[in-house]
């Protein structure tokens, strides 16, 4: 349907629901609103609104819903698939202001906050409470709660412990046409109607806003250990991860760095690992309430490494060499996107075909003529696929990247993965969606779209093309 | 909309595409599925299909679209909430033929199989490979996973393990009109489109027939122990329960049978337990990959139970006691169903209300002049409470019961609680979801319907009035 533009008797409304000074129209102003993470894509919206509440949020809604005007909300703008950019103009919606942690509940475990809240805020003071809320995305100093929830986000610790719609017990939402629905409840068991809260999780911001979010928490873990173990090659170290998940250990992290991976990261924060020329090396953290287990896990799957022929185990027990550990895995994304323009792609497989995967894309890659770095977490099966423009023309990457990416997803498919595991499709990788679902899944996924947000308003064009 | 009838044409059409022998129109052979395992009611379909694949529920999916004929898929027939009764005649499409366990991958630790898998069989069938499927709701036996789907199925487990939908993968699924769609893939992450699998998981059968379920599967933990508490209060019992948990605990299973439950079951057993005349009994399982830590977490659970006054901790280290107390507890269903004619909720509140929303209900049943027996998992918060008649007339029982369920209900959602933890809302919790959700609310879950089952055909009436 056609957008109406925003003028200026709309912009006098939206200052008059939100203030003044959260109502933004000059070009500077709106410049940190108009692009994201996602490679150097730039949108601007016509008028940048910063709600404080959830009924100015749906005064906003029902302001557009009655003007046709399209909706774009926006967290922490740390997305990768381009999710919170204003393609088509109209407003953007900033989650910025509405910042506050309302309850943490030690009896019942369970956290309500504002959709603005920064991810690592949100850890700390739990954790202050001695709770835990596990979910880790790279970007958790900057990234927001809200934008968590529309992506589901992940992290390395979804391999104990799940991804962040694991830990969302309920919502509020405003829905496209400004109607409040709060979903779910403060139980872990709720069959009272569908489920809604799950829909709208990962459903990046296309389907409402979320306004106010209720997250189950657990006790904190006193315990954390982590190891480095280095392999000459990818099939000992993947071989490595499908076994200690057969055994029965949990770690709470198991990262995966192919060499060019670690290197760059190893050389941009002037560290050094042992066996840094090895072909791939396994990030491993141990946690858990008991000392003794801890340690005797973290023995355990060094002894399995050995006995997969590991070329060295490293042992990092205190926090400060754990740090540094992190921070080397922490590195990787922005090290490797230092190098050269880049696209990143974000596949998940089953933990076995991950090895299938890494050799696929080397194959591929070397096929379409391009260079690729992978990293990512090997625990869930998520890798991380880094394609580098390196000194190729604009022409010939142009030309070859859309092939080789295709050939990518095409092999994660066929493994029984999927082309997004914690990116979302947002904006970016539409076009290769009907590569994992046919026609009639984006058929149901497009009605469910249209029930809910019959103007198409909110967040127009994301997801589907 | 009105539905047509099943005549003898469509009849026939059903016979070519099952077989003769898997549509039944005659009253005997149709008994069995005329009524499941909610209270005494009974209502039959007007012709029962046993399709033994997705194609042929896809294609009596389609002769049913055409023709305007409602659909009630049924599982096992133990639902509690009525869901698979056919209230509109129709068409019943029985599950029970599609009954293969297809793969089962100890690397991926996922299993995939056909809907009308027993969940027991299932569980012994995984076990077999050293693998755990954990949701274990009582009917396990005879209860199947797709019914466990379309409910989102509990059980004990979910104190530690979490329920159905937090084991489920991947799902195939037959829309109303017979298109056939898969949902989620075989890995933890996937934000690929939206979490259709979880819109699909406790939608009671309204949105697609399930034909094919993949699920996660864990290592089997080797270990497994149990206590049997005694408390002269539900204050204490409660209590207890909570510091289990905010201690960082993480038992498997933490059950808990008031006075009069217990004794029902053991009467009904003709067995002993210590102090089977106190008020709160827990029912604690700790299970886990390591011998001492099972052992001393059972100690450390057994201590705090004692320091918060327990009169009686009976440890059951070996199977075969432990068998002897949970053949106790999974009596009190039936024996409490036995003493008379009864209506059974399963009220689900944060873990810290349990004692308000038990001591609500003792007050609301005097206040109403009705008798209620409550047990239920008390690690999750979800209470079954069991109204039962008693020696009332029929005319007090049907002037005071939907006065009593009100005021519990209304007492749930004040807690933060919700109506169902695990049985649905079905057929006959219908009348109380308004107290639970608002007309926004309900009004976004029809929407959802009104765009997967434009027509309505499928499970019509259940969830919604």
Known sequence: MPYKPVDSETVAALRSVCGDAYVMTDRPGMEPFSHDYTEDLVFYPEVV???????????????????????TPRGGGTGLSGGALPIHGGILLSIDRMNAILEIDTENMMGVLEPGVITQVYQEAVEAQGLFYPPDPASKGSCTMGGNVAECAGGPRAAKYGVTRDWIYALDVVMPDGRLVRTGSQCLKDVTGYNLTQLFVGSEGTLGVVTQITTRLMTLPPFRQTLLIAFA???QALATVVEIFRRGYQPSACEFMERAAIQVAIAQKGAKVPHADAEAQLLIEVDGFDLDLVENTLLAIGELAMENEAVEVTVAQQPGQQKTLWDIRRACGEAVKSISIYKEE?????????????????????????????????????????????DMTDHDWNERLPGGITAIFELVVSLGGRISGEHGIGYTQRPYLPIALSSDELDVMRQIKAALDPKGLLNPDKIFI
């Open 49 to 71: 609104v910063r709600p404080r509440t959830t009924a100015e949020v749906q005064a906003v809604m029902r302001l557009a819903y009655a003007r046709d005007i399209p909706v």
């Open 233 to 235: 090659t990818m099939e």
């Open 346 to 390: 974000d596949a998940v497989v089953p933990r076995k075909h991950i090895v299938t995967l890494m050799r696929g894309v080397q194959a591929i890659t070397k096929e379409h003529g391009i260079t690729a770095i992978c990293y990512g977490h090997a625990g869930d099966g998520n890798i991380h696929i880094n394609i580098l423009k390196m």
